[in-house]
């Protein structure tokens, strides 16, 4: 699967020539036909599925299964927390492995959020970003949907440290990874109305989400002010958020860390998770959590 990745990432770079003059966006012609692929691979088999597994399985069951993916990805939360600066927090996430592993059943139940540990939402792309690494090109894999060219090769790192890649009886892992994948796109629901309902141009309105939302992530809420040679981008990313139907920042607005974001009603204690593409890996954060905060929704 990592080289699949990899692959996908060099070849959406160097398929995507036909550049357009948007900086934020050079491959913007090739990422909106992927866009579009993804939709269309979303309604055809993704969105039935997940509508029968939430007609079939009762809500405290599916609130279990999100736990338990969850506390798989804690651990590397915590390592990027370390790998950031952050010890403090990286030990808050090691206690919630402990924790949920242990007293919650394999994390099927979420006690450390009820002793007051927050589970927080880390991944290497982040940590490449406090590293200083630029982000790169924006890039719509198949799939995987939204990424900048940084986030795409943090995601290979990402799913390779992720516990199920080590399960080693081939049939229960597949099996692992099917649930995590429909799990994750089930919790997309309510994120995904936000997106049928706020956008008239679906790319435009995704993109800058994605945008603002991992540079939000990356600064852990408090970004600094942008360069003067990006301010200008940044108001032409401005009018096209407007034009895609979503109500800009107000002008002085305070940024919300990510962990304030409001999580969709059936997740009222996870840290949500993204939207706007058919499948979210597992414990690894992409659009829109809630309301993305950047856009004052």
């Keep these: 699967m990592h080289r699949l990745l990899i692959a996908l990432i060099a070849a959406a770079v160097l398929g995507g020539c036909a550049t357009t003059?948007?900086?934020?966006?050079?491959?913007?012609?090739?990422?909106?036909?992927?866009?579009?692929?993804?939709?269309?691979?979303?309604?055809?088999?993704?969105?039935?599925?997940?509508?029968?597994?939430?007609?079939?399985?009762p809500d405290a069951l599916r609130t279990g299964v999100s736990n338990f993916f969850f506390n798989l990805g804690d651990l590397w939360t915590g390592v990027n927390n370390l790998l950031q600066g952050k010890p403090d927090e990286a030990v808050s996430d090691a206690g919630r492995v402990l924790i949920n592993s242990t007293i919650g059943i394999l994390g099927f139940l979420d006690f450390a959020s009820d002793m007051g540990l927050q589970r927080h939402n880390e991944d290497f792309g982040q940590t490449l970003g406090r590293w200083g690494v630029g982000?790169?090109?924006?890039?719509?894999?198949?799939?995987?949907?939204?990424?900048?060219?940084?986030?795409?090769f943090g995601m290979v790192l990402d799913l390779y440290v992720y516990p199920v890649g080590f399960?080693?009886?081939?049939p229960t892992r597949n099996s692992?990874?099917?649930?995590?994948?429909?799990?994750?796109?089930?919790?997309?629901?309510?994120?995904?109305?936000?997106?049928?309902?706020?956008?008239?141009?679906?790319?435009?309105?995704v993109r800058e989400s994605y945008l603002q939302r991992r540079r939000n992530q990356i600064y852990d809420g408090d970004p600094p002010p942008l360069p003067e040679s990006l301010k200008e981008d940044d108001e032409s990313a401005e009018a096209e958020t407007k034009l895609a139907g979503v109500a800009p920042s107000a002008p002085g607005a305070q940024p919300v860390?990510?962990?304030?974001?409001?999580?969709?009603?059936?997740?009222?204690?996870?840290?949500?998770?993204?939207?706007?593409?058919p499948v979210a890996v597992p414990g690894i954060p992409d659009v829109i959590g809630g309301a993305p905060a950047a856009l004052n929704l």
């Design 21 to 57: 003059q948007n900086p934020r966006d050079p491959l913007e012609p090739f990422n909106r036909t992927m866009f579009s692929f993804n939709e269309g691979l979303d309604d055809a088999l993704f969105r039935p599925v997940v509508k029968a597994y939430t007609n079939v399985v």
């Design 257 to 277: 860390k990510d962990t304030e974001m409001p999580a969709p009603a059936t997740m009222a204690k996870e840290q949500p998770r993204s939207v706007a593409y």
């Design 176 to 205: 692992i990874w099917a649930i995590g994948f429909l799990d994750a796109r089930t919790n997309l629901i309510e994120s995904q109305k936000l997106l049928d309902e706020a956008a008239i141009d679906r790319y435009t309105f």
């Design 135 to 152: 982000g790169g090109a924006y890039v719509v894999l198949p799939v995987f949907g939204p990424r900048t060219v940084r986030d795409g």
């Design 167 to 170: 399960v080693p009886h081939v």
